[in-house]
């Protein structure tokens, strides 16, 4: 971490324990809010015609050559064969390989962007009416999970963690639908899943049902099976 990043760190943390008067915390508030309002009605306006999608989340960092871009590129193009179009958080990495195929295909591919000091920036793979950029990480969120009819997780860090442990637990409380959670790369995930089943379930903080809430595959096809497995249950398709 440089200096100046090093300083606004710090300058972060003095301004939480900064005492301020009544006019200070209305104004900041009150603008904070208004950008929230702001952030989510254009939201709510772009993604509620795009019909049905499936999120793809995963790291940013990921080069072009690996094959955790190419295993995106494909899920997004099988995807949007199958009827679905496609979401993403509109950075580079896994986002731009889902953004890719999707738009490869023909399909929808929306990107939710975030302001970030480092690694973000929108992908050239996004439909240009379909492309947001968040200064808020919830509202963000509120987006990808109230518009996808399905969530893929390739591999990532702390931010594709969240991603998956918020759409899981909003289907576990049934504030969401029960959609499909695919985590592709048995390698990489297995680790995670034997410690939620070894240790959450263990300690009872899980139920044994809580375990189907998601699936773990090796390959492209494998992924999308499992979301066209889900719907053809419920006779639905994609044109629903």
Known sequence: MSNLENQNAEDKIRLAF???????????????????MSEFVEGFEKLAKIGPCVSIFGSAR???DHGHYKMAEEIAAKLVR??????????????????????SEGGRSVGLNIVLPF?????????????MTFDYFFVRKVMFVKYSQGFVVLPGGFGTMD???????????????KFPIVLVGKDYWSGLVDWI??????????????????????????????IDEFYNKYLLSPNF
Do not use: C
Request: aromatic residues 10%; charged residues 30%.
């Open 82 to 103: 199958h009827g679905y179009g496609v979401i993403t958080g509109g950075g580079p990495g896994i986002m731009e390989a889902g953004n890719k195929g999707a738009h």
């Open 18 to 36: 900064k005492e301020r008067d009544w006019s200070e915390i209305k104004s900041a508030d009150s603008w904070v809010i208004f950008k929230v």
């Open 197 to 226: 089943r070894k240790t959450l379930l263990m300690h009872h903080y899980i139920n044994e049902e809580d375990l189907e809430l998601f699936a773990v595959v090796e390959d492209a096809t494998a992924a999308v099976k499992v």
């Open 62 to 64: 990921t080069p072009r």
């Open 119 to 131: 690694e973000q920036f929108d992908n050239i793979y996004i439909d240009r009416d379909k492309l």
């Open 163 to 177: 991603e998956f442990f918020e759409a899981l637990t909003l289907i576990q409380t049934n504030k969401i639908g």
